[in-house]
């Protein structure tokens, strides 16, 4: 097991992910949030996740779950659960004034060399660290929901954070078992985001022309699209499909491009209520708004299994 201390701030459903990632990698955890009565709830959800994950064959790490269960300890008090650690993992509300907040206690309380990282998925640092002491040590670590099962961190520094603080993350995140990627600068959607968007833009513009159902278009996806990107990515794509990426490029461009130029519309200035409603209408038969808890249940369920089978492979 490894000594090293690691301390996460807010214990909601991040901080209890980042918890039992880093729990599971042999480290001891130190959780604070400011409602003591979540505190409590989040160390027993942990355990028994753990527990289910375990019984179901799906635990990430070393040692049984009450083993890594015992690496979490919580506190009420965000100087104990800072002192001595070496790597803050903060999991706070998405609140501009909030990040700042908490970051400025944090910043007061640690020493030179730690590292501090937000969980955020939309602020950028700059915008909550500037006038920290420790600003070069501050950065974005933003994982996917649920991270237990989808491994991908976006790493993204604040201009001023230093390229050893970045390297230095990467590499613990490696050793955790996530898969980070770094991000050059700062972007508003980071790069999941950026691509995400893109995706849902065809996907409105198509069901409003009325090109195919909603069903369909969800299709698309999950058994065209997403089982191959389970594996290889959209540029690596171009480059199987034909002999190297250069010849896709010189076979395949001017078709794509064209594709592009003269059929795909602006980008969806809102997506707009009215067809929400018409998709909505939809799935009221396949996933009623009452059914959106078990939906999500039998996702993360199945995103278990894959990231399981990725591992095997
Ligand atoms: P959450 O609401 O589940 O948990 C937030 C926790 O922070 C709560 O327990 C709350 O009591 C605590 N808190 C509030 N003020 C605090 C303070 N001053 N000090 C310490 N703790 C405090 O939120 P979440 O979904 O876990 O999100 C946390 C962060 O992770 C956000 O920035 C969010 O954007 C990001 N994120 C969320 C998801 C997601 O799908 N939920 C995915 C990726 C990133």
């Known amino acids: 097991q490894n000594t090293k201390k690691i ?48 019984k179901d064959g799906l635990m990430r790490g070393t040692g049984t779950a009450v083993e890594q269960s015992t690496r979490v300890s919580t506190s ?7 002192r001595s650690t070496f790597y803050v993992q903060e999991c706070v509300p998405e609140n501009l004034e909030l990040k700042t907040k908490v970051f400025a206690q944090i910043d007061n309380v640690i020493g030179d060399d730690v590292i501090v990282a937000s969980s955020s998925s939309c602020l950028v640092a700059s915008s909550f660290t500037e006038k920290c ?20 961190v976006e790493m993204v520094p604040a201009p001023w954070t230093k390229p050893e603080v970045m390297a230095t993350t990467r590499t613990l995140m490696e050793e ?52 191959r990107y389970a594996f290889i ?26 594709v592009q130029n003269k059929t795909f519309k602006p980008i969806p200035t ?16 396949t ?8 939906k999500r249940q039998w996702r993360d369920n199945r995103l278990a299994a894959l990231a399981k089978l990725k591992k095997e492979m």
């Open 176 to 227: 955790i078992g996530q898969s980070p990627v770094s991000l050059k600068r700062e972007c508003p959607g980071f790069a999941l985001n950026r691509l995400q968007y893109a995706c849902i833009n065809e996907a409105w513009n198509m069901y409003q022309s009325g090109l195919l159902s909603a069903e369909d278009i969800d299709k698309v996806c999950y058994d065209g699209l997403g089982p």
């Open 287 to 294: 996933i009623p708004l009452d059914k959106i808890q078990n």
């Open 133 to 152: 002491n420790h600003r070069d040590h501050m950065l974005v670590a933003h994982p996917i929901n649920p991270p237990y099962f989808i491994p991908l």
């Open 233 to 258: 990515g959209p540029l690596e794509t171009m480059h199987l499909n034909a002999d190297g990426i250069v010849d896709y490029c010189k076979r395949y461009a001017e078709g794509a491009v064209d």
């Open 270 to 285: 809102l997506y707009d209520v009215p067809t929400a409603e018409k998709i909505q209408a939809e799935y009221n038969t």
């Open 7 to 54: 301390s996460i701030v807010g214990s909601g459903l991040i901080g209890q992910n980042w918890s039992m990632i880093f729990a599971g990698a042999g480290y001891n955890v130190c959780l604070f949030d400011v409602d003591p009565a979540q505190l409590e709830r989040a160390k027993s959800n942990i355990s028994s996740t753990l527990q289910r994950y375990e």
């Open 76 to 82: 009420t008090s965000l100087e104990e659960c800072l």
